[in-house]
């Protein structure tokens, strides 16, 4: 009779991969066709962090190195059956970023920190600036383009108007009350405090102003000093966006010509003061603003400026330098020369601007303009005018920059 053999089961010679409480590694032996021994059958490795799902991570990186679910070690194969492409799973990333950006940014339009299509406008802006700008400097490059006897091309300033409203918009979030003080046809002329170490972001502001806050949009000619105007990469871009040289008989012609001028009677001093004297009014010189205004029957309108003396914070200037390049100072600041280029960049401060009621001149005699103690008297109502606004609306703000 045969004889029947019975193959005796095979034995796991494996001890335990696992771990005792203590740390201490386990000495029993492993179960058959594992690396653990019934205790620690579903112990993760220790290497692994315990707020790690061991299963899960296996499943994804067998999904991203394509071996399928399940081909890495652990305790056996995914719950799911349809695993899912690498592609997938990044789509699947950006979703749920794109979900909570959403989310977040739904709580700060709640919370009133943003406004609502806040962002969808500024890339609107953003596209059409660039566009502006591009089809300005090739209308010029090709030829085809205006300009008055002064240089003033209105079409080619009007390209750069979507740029400068970036700024009027976005970055330094200009306020402005009192715009329809400024009258919407005739002359006029606007008399502003004076800072940015040079340039003249404050008269860009409020050329901007006039075109999106008035209801009848006007260019404004600004009167600039004529260190400005000598600088060659300066000079055309002033004379080409409507800036005249600083001068009784250009600031005769222009309010000939019921145009709309703008000047800055601190001059150089209101630009170069240090930020210890910000909003400071320095002196209006001798008055000249004011013969001009008498003999042209021309209403002054007084403007205080608030932010633009943070964007540049002037703590000393730069020796040598200024008369290399012309200019009558080179300023000192906090980011500039330190930062290089870099610093350049002017602060993003918060600004208001504020124009105030107009005064009339018309009740005066033209030969007033030849009274000295009269026109210095009017110089230095219109000067307290700015002051008393300057100082009541930065008691309004909150920081300088927001």
Not at 15 to 20: A, L, M, R, V, W
Not at 39 to 61: F, G, S, V
Not at 230 to 245: I, R
Not at 276 to 281: A, K
């Amino acid at each position: 009779m045969p004889t029947t053999t019975t193959d005796s089961p095979k034995t796991n010679t494996l001890t335990c991969e696992g771990h005792t409480k203590s740390g201490a590694r386990c000495r029993r032996r492993a179960v058959e066709g594992s690396k653990f021994c019934s205790q620690h059958a579903d112990q993760a490795p220790p290497e692994m962090p315990e707020d790690i799902d061991r299963d899960a991570l296996d499943d994804a990186i067998a999904d991203l190195t394509g071996k399928g679910a399940g081909a890495a070690g652990g305790s056996g194969a995914s719950d799911s059956d349809d695993p899912s492409s690498p592609l997938d799973e990044l789509k699947q990333i950006a979703d749920y970023v794109g979900e909570n950006v959403s989310k977040i940014r739904d709580a700060a339009v709640g919370a009133g920190v943003v406004d609502d299509g806040l962002l969808e406008r500024v890339i609107g802006d953003c596209a059409n600036a660039i566009t502006s700008l591009v089809s300005a400097f090739a209308s010029r490059a090709g030829g085809d383009y205006e300009e008055d006897d002064f240089g003033f091309d209105k079409e080619f300033t009007e390209g750069l108007l979507p740029l400068a409203t970036l700024l009027y918009r976005y970055y330094w979030r200009v306020d402005v009350v009192g715009i329809e003080n400024v009258p919407a046809e005739g002359r006029g002329l606007l008399v502003s405090n004076h800072a940015g170490a040079g340039i003249p972001f404050d008269g860009a502001m409020i050329k901007t102003a006039m075109h999106l806050e008035h209801p009848t949009p006007r260019h404004v000619r600004l009167l600039v000093l004529d260190w400005l105007m000598g600088l060659p990469w300066m000079a055309d871009l002033m004379k080409q966006t409507g800036q005249v040289l600083a001068s009784t008989p250009n600031a005769y012609e222009l309010l000939k010509r019921d145009e709309l001028i703008a000047v800055f009677p601190e001059g150089v001093k209101g630009m170069a003061k240090p930020f210890s004297q910000r909003y400071n009014l320095q002196r209006f010189g001798r008055g000249g603003f004011v013969r001009i205004a008498l003999r042209t029957k021309t209403p002054i309108i007084p403007v205080a400026v608030v932010g633009s003396e943070e964007i540049y914070p002037k703590i000393a200037n730069l020796p040598i330098l200024p008369k290399l390049i012309g200019a009558p100072f080179v300023p000192v600041t906090p980011m500039f020369p330190l930062f290089g280029l870099l610093g350049l960049v002017p602060l993003p401060s918060k600004w208001h601007i504020e124009f105030c009621d107009p005064i009339d001149v018309t009740q005066y005699p033209p030969e007033a303009a030849d009274d000295r103690a009269f026109v210095l008297e009017l110089s230095e109502r219109v000067r307290a005018t700015i002051q008393e606004r300057l100082k009541a609306n930065l008691l309004t703000r909150r920081t300088p920059f927001w």
